[in-house]
């Protein structure tokens, strides 16, 4: 059983920066694949980003985060990162780290799928 732990998460003021982590454990084939999920109050859960066990990465909202989001892993230390820059107001919510399996990088997308998650971390960006 994959289990997901975060940390990271704070308050910061709008242009700032912070980084989260998420390391995990239980089985390596059963979180080749994974992401960071947010979920902003009163909203549904939204993606935030995707990387692959062979280090590929995909981001659904790029236009919108315009490579402020940096996703990276150590494979050593079983841990994925995400690096937030230029943070903004509406950046703020619940991150979630979450893992599956995924044959392929490119079916490493989507949320049903994603068996496991981190308990979250909260992210608060003031203007």
Known sequence: RVQLVESGG????????????????GS???RNCMAWFRQAPGKGREAVAYI???GSTYYPN???????FTISQD???????????????EDTGMYYCAARH??????????????AWG???QVTVSS
């Open 52 to 54: 692959y066990e062979d």
């Open 102 to 115: 995924s044959l392929y990088s490119i079916y490493c997308r989507g949320q049903t799928d994603f068996r």
């Open 10 to 25: 704070g308050s910061v003021q709008a242009g700032g920066s912070l980084g989260l982590s998420c390391t995990a454990s």
């Open 28 to 30: 390596a084939y059963d």
């Open 62 to 68: 790029l236009a919108s985060e315009k490579g402020r």
């Open 75 to 89: 494979n050593a230390k079983n841990t994925v990162y995400l690096q937030m820059n230029s943070l903004k107001p």
């Open 119 to 121: 308990q979250g971390t």
